[in-house]
């Protein structure tokens, strides 16, 4: 158990409609990031929140947003859903800025599937 | 640009024999480079990471990874594998300070 929760663990929503992920980090960890794994990308940077402030932006559609409350956890919001935003959403955590500064502990996903 | 690239994308070997799972990197910088793994229906946990103190770096579960600068590389290997190594294992680089580029992956299949 690394001590990221993610919720729901599964979802499955039809095109054009809106989800929100949910990721509760580590305990003392400042620093969320949501991955995004497929089949034909990998897995791929979204984005990255340190204590409520976005810090780093990855290859994150405009149809997706996200945010880290004060409390620290932090929602992904995707919409306008399309068939190729099926995937596996991850949320990971760390102590600190940097990856080097600290290993990032993963979530086991949020499995989105689009029909 | 900075990059991991992992050669093969599934690699099989027997109980017992080496693993051997070839990532090479792409860096204007010296890199921060990591081992993960992935087992079923899990999340990414680390096996390791060089950071520039030592070349050769050893994680958990026996495994361990050389970085080599001349080659551009950071494999990871293990003596004798085990059942429980069957896993999908992701090279990663820290592109800046503050995220990941992870490889492909490459999934590892132990035969009894």
């Known amino acids: 158990d690394s001590g990221v929760t993610q919720t729901p663990k599964h979802l499955i929503t039809a095109t054009g409609q809106r989800v929100t992920l949910r990721c509760s980090p580590r305990s003392g960890d400042l620093s969320v990031y949501w991955y995004q794994q497929s089949l034909d990308q990998g897995l791929q940077f979204l984005i990255q929140?340190?204590?409520?402030?976005?810090?780093a932006k990855g290859n994150i559609l405009e149809r997706f947003s996200a945010q880290q409350f004060p409390d620290l956890h932090s929602e992904l919001n995707l919409s306008s859903l399309e068939l190729g935003d099926s995937a596996l959403y991850f949320c990971a955590s760390s102590v600190g800025l940097g990856a080097h500064t600290g290993e990032l502990f993963f979530g086991e996903g949020s499995r989105l599937t689009v029909l | 640009a900075q990059s991991v690239t992992q050669l093969g994308s599934h690699v099989s070997v027997s109980e017992g024999a080496l693993v051997l799972l070839r990532c090479n990197y792409s860096?204007?910088?010296?890199?921060?480079l990591f081992w993960y793994v992935q087992y079923p229906n899990q999340g990414l946990q680390l096996l390791l990471k060089y950071t520039s103190a030592a070349t050769l770096v050893k994680g958990i579960n026996g495994f361990e990874a050389e970085f080599k600068k001349s080659e551009t590389s950071f494999h990871l290997t293990k003596p004798s594998a085990h059942m429980s190594d069957a896993a999908e294992y992701f090279c990663?680089?820290?592109?800046?300070?503050?995220?990941?580029?992870f490889g492909q992956g490459t999934r590892l299949t132990i035969n009894p």
């Open positions: 990663a680089l820290e592109q800046g300070a503050q995220k990941l580029v």
């Open positions: 929140y340190y204590n409520g402030e976005e810090r």
């Open positions: 860096s204007s910088v010296p890199p921060y």
